[in-house]
């Protein structure tokens, strides 16, 4: 039960503070304006000289073995929806490490799609 | 108001097509490497013989750029609008991968399903009428 309690963390939290700093890292490059296809892949090759990119990965990675660990011990419909948690994180992250205004009107969304993502993986036939 | 509007449609743009990449790739990548199977055996000529079969596939190049067309979109976005704002509508993906599902594979989709879907778009639709930029770049300095 304690090793699922902690894999489900580095799911849920650490993969999705790792989303987070990608964030960061992506906010420090800038927006982008230019739509030319060389730009555009030039985004991410610079997003690597950024720290918090590095620092995302690596959490993400980490939260990305926690979901095959996971799935080796539990159901696919059992951890799908538990996975869905990560949206109450990304508002909550949003919010308080990236200084977004998640707005009533933003929570309720939110709320909606996690509620979604459940009965989307319950209902797989 | 004009500046608004663009950032609005840039921004919609993006996300429909990191929400078409996305599945796509997954759907390619899984038909390919079902396709190829699991490797014969972990002698050092089957797994580069294996190897060879996968970096040879189409299907899994066609795959990886849809892939590749994921990851620029999603962290393009990124560059100025709000996590808050793209992850939950990322979640579309679940969708566009139970109608790819549906009329591609011919898989069954139940009412429950479509009933997440729904409630997924609706949820979707309500954040999408929130500002999708509420920062200000972040001085890297």
């Not at chain 1, 489900?8 to 304006?33: H, L, N, P």
């Not at chain 1, 919010?95 to 909606?112: D, N, S």
């Not at chain 2, 079902?34 to 596939?57: C, D, E, K, M, N």
Request: glycine share 10%.
């Amino acid at each position: 039960m304690l090793i699922e309690v902690i894999l489900v963390f580095f799911i849920v939290v650490v993969g999705t503070v790792g989303e987070m700093c990608v964030t960061r890292a992506m906010k420090i490059i800038g927006e982008v304006k230019d739509f030319n296809p060389r730009t555009l892949l030039g985004v991410p090759i610079r997003a690597f000289r950024v720290g918090w990119m590095w620092v995302g990965f690596a959490m993400m990675a980490l939260a990305y073995f926690a979901l095959l660990g996971m799935l080796a011990r539990a159901n696919v419909s059992y951890v799908i929806p538990i996975t869905s948690l990560s949206y109450v994180v990304g508002a909550i992250g949003g919010r308080w490490f990236l200084g977004e205004a998640v707005t009533h009107q933003r929570w309720i969304g939110v709320l909606l799609v996690c509620a979604g993502v459940v009965l989307v993986y319950l209902g797989k036939g | 108001m004009k500046g608004a509007a663009d950032l609005r449609f840039k921004t919609y743009l993006l996300i429909s097509m990191l929400i078409f990449f996305g599945p796509i790739g997954d759907l390619l990548m899984s038909k390919g490497m079902r396709r190829i199977g699991t490797a014969p055996s972990w002698s050092p000529a089957a797994l580069l013989h294996y190897a060879f079969q996968v970096f040879t596939s189409p299907i899994i190049w066609c795959g990886t750029l849809a892939m590749i067309g994921f990851f620029i979109s999603y962290t393009v976005v990124l560059t100025w609008a709000d996590y808050s704002y793209v992850q939950p509508a990322s979640a579309l993906t679940s969708g566009i991968a139970a109608l790819l599902g549906r009329f591609v594979l011919g898989e069954t989709v139940t009412p429950l399903r479509w009933a997440g879907i729904a409630i997924v778009c609706l949820g979707v639709l309500i954040i999408g009428y929130t500002p999708p930029r509420t920062t200000e770049p972040i001085d890297a300095n």
